[in-house]
């Protein structure tokens, strides 16, 4: 099978939710091809503008099966894929990675995704377009499943999109031949390490009984934060 991504995220992201997946995909024998290509990536279908960008688009697209995309809060990037779609009659996948449509109050991704929100409206209308729907966890699609069946008019789902969980995935290939840090003074007790911005408090509030659960177990726990605190 062909499948051509067009995920506009970096980061983290893009390396749990395309990149490990992309390469596994690929020793399975499927031909993969992401647009822009990643090292080059400048905001996904922007990075060749006007007539010129939609013409490599549509190139792309008569190649693939299949096309796999982000949610996606740029209008622009949304009318790209319809008229695409439209054009060469391929299935769109959309992928959620979190839930972005319940976004609480003390994550920074709230002025994103608020109500009121122009980034929230777009975001669903990215999911409306899909034939399929892609989440990482059972709980995002148990509320996505929620809100089209409880309030259809207010979120903009296709209510016959099946939704499949598709977790993180990580390669094993990157753990492989790693050497010990010259640097580390004893390797024998347990680290967590925690990643994560300013929003990310509440998630520590969902991990406080495991963690307090290793450290019963464990006498000698360490705790790493990487991020803005």
């Given at each position: 099978m062909k499948i051509l991504y067009t995920h506009t995220f970096g980061g983290g992201v893009a390396e749990a939710r395309l990149h490990m997946q992309a390469r596994a995909l690929q020793r399975l024998g499927h031909e993969v091809l992401m647009f822009p290509e990643w090292e080059h990536y400048f905001g996904?279908?922007?990075?060749?503008?006007?007539d010129k960008a939609m013409d490599?688009?549509?190139e792309h697209l008569s190649w693939a099966d299949v096309i796999h995309t982000q949610y996606n809060t740029q209008l622009g990037q949304v009318e790209s894929l319809v008229l695409g779609r439209h054009r060469h009659h391929k299935p769109i996948i959309v992928d959620l990675d979190d839930d972005?449509?319940?976004?609480?109050?003390?994550n920074t991704a709230y002025r994103t995704y608020h109500a009121a929100s122009n980034g929230r409206h777009v975001a669903a209308l990215s999911v409306r377009i899909a034939d399929a729907i892609t989440v990482s966890t059972p709980k995002v699609k148990e509320l996505l499943e929620s809100d089209r069946v409880s309030r259809p008019d207010k979120w903009a789902y296709r209510l016959d999109a099946p939704i499949h969980i598709l977790p993180n995935y990580d390669d094993p290939s990157t753990w492989e031949n790693c050497t010990p840090d010259p640097t580390s003074i004893d390797d024998t007790g347990v680290r967590i390490l925690f990643a994560g911005g300013l929003g990310r408090y509440g998630d520590l509030d969902v991990c406080k009984e495991a963690i307090?659960?290793?450290?019963?177990?464990?006498?000698?726990?360490r705790l790493f934060f990487v991020g803005c605190m």
């Open positions: 996904g279908l922007r990075i060749v503008h006007g490599v688009y549509n972005v449509f319940h976004v609480p109050p003390y307090e659960g290793v450290m019963r177990c464990h006498p000698n726990v």
